[in-house]
């Protein structure tokens, strides 16, 4: 019986250890995947890996002309960003935005492939682990006539737009790890800016970019951000500062879409490290943030002339289809930009900030070396010629 016994326990004991090793290392091999799937979507994800192959296609299919040229002196950048003279000449204004009140809601069903490939990489819950889905502007159109381009927005959920640009963004990182495969949703939707107005996607979503720019007496300077990883696109790349969807005032399908209240949210948010206003909460009054101090002050810089905020123009991230609208904000008085930037912090959409001159080299070579998001090249680009008269010798 002893023996038995020993036997018997031995036995378990071994079972045991192997168990435990082979669960150990199975461990360890789900961990080196998830760790080797996140390095390769990071290194998908930059902007450097799609830009080539874009402007390639758009070569190829004689629509390179539809694609932006930033010009910087003696070298000329070709931007992975759809547009047109008309939609980035100066004097666009807020008009250009055609919205009716209540807002259209977007009908495009949610591909919960989609969400759960981006679930990998991407956080699509709340810090209460609450779905977020909240709706968002969405651009289901550009029309053009003698006073100039409007674009038609809608709104839609998160996740509809998830869904909807998602697999032109998918489909593009297949092509270019397999150079034969086809792309057949974007030869639909996205062959050149043309057929990229339609918007037939029915959730593209409606995003803003701002250069914000400081006279500091001796030189202009800009704010540029390094990408969270958490972010919905380009993740780990340049950008000017703020980078936002547009959300309409109360968060609802009832009020209008202002583009200077959701840049003064996103500089609450990104800059002085403000709680999330484009999350639901108890407010009333969805304007509550205009009182917290920081706001207070650029809105009073704005009242007294020492911020413009200035249209640039629009276009489409000829990787997903998403449409950028670019501004400028420009703030010329000197001590207010030594005040603030001393207090500006950053929040988990940022991983840093640091300020360039305006027209620096440095700032140059860092867009030629695709670093940089296509919206927010177009962005610094247009900021350039917009301020060019302004240029501290």
């Known amino acids: 019986m002893t023996s038995e016994l020993l036997v018997n326990l031995l036995a378990a004991g071994i079972a045991f250890l192997v168990g435990v090793t082979s669960r150990s290392t199975h461990g360890w091999l789900k961990r080196k995947r998830a760790l080797a799937h996140e390095a390769e979507s990071r290194i ?56 009716q009140v209540p807002h259209e809601l977007s009908a495009v069903p949610v591909d919960t492939k989609v969400l759960a490939a981006r679930g990998r990489y991407l956080a699509v819950e709340d810090e209460g682990g609450e779905p977020w889905n909240e709706l968002l502007a969405c651009a289901a159109g550009v029309t053009e006539d003698g006073s100039g381009p409007r674009v038609r927005l809608v709104l839609a959920r998160y996740f509809q737009y998830l869904s909807a640009c998602g697999p032109i963004e998918d489909e593009t990182y297949a092509a270019i790890a397999k150079p034969s495969r086809a792309t057949p949703l974007r030869d639909r939707v996205l062959p050149d800016v043309d057929v990229a107005a339609r918007c037939s996607r029915g959730a593209h979503a409606f995003g803003m970019q701002v250069a914000t720019v400081f006279d500091t007496g001796g030189r202009h300077v800009v704010l540029i951000q390094r990408r969270s990883f958490a972010v919905s696109i380009y993740g780990g790349a340049l950008a000017v500062v703020p980078v936002f969807g547009c959300q309409s005032v109360d968060l609802s399908e009832r009020t209008p879409v202002s583009l200077f209240h959701n840049y003064l949210r996103e500089v609450y948010e990104e800059l002085y490290g403000g709680v999330e206003v484009q999350r639901r909460g108890t407010r009333v009054d969805p304007t509550w943030f205009y009182r917290e101090a920081p706001i207070a002050r650029l809105l009073a810089a704005r009242e007294r002339g020492d911020l413009e905020f200035t249209l640039l123009g629009f276009g489409f991230d000829a990787l997903n289809a998403e449409m950028d609208l670019c501004a400028l904000a420009y703030v010329s008085d000197r001590r207010y930009a030594e005040e603030e930037i001393a207090v500006m912090t950053t929040n988990w959409e940022i991983q840093d900030i640091a300020i360039h001159d305006l027209w620096g080299s440095e700032l140059t070579d860092l867009m030629l070396a695709g670093e940089f998001s296509p919206g927010s090249v177009f962005t610094l680009a247009r900021a350039r010629e917009v301020l060019a008269d302004r240029r501290h010798a």
């Open 44 to 99: 998908r994800r930059h902007p450097r890996y799609s830009a080539d192959w874009l402007i390639r296609y758009y070569r190829r299919r004689g629509a390179d002309k539809d694609l932006y040229v930033a010009d910087h002196g003696s070298r000329r950048q070709v931007v992975p960003f759809l547009t047109k003279p008309s939609w980035y000449a100066d004097g666009l204004v807020e008009s250009i935005v055609d919205q």
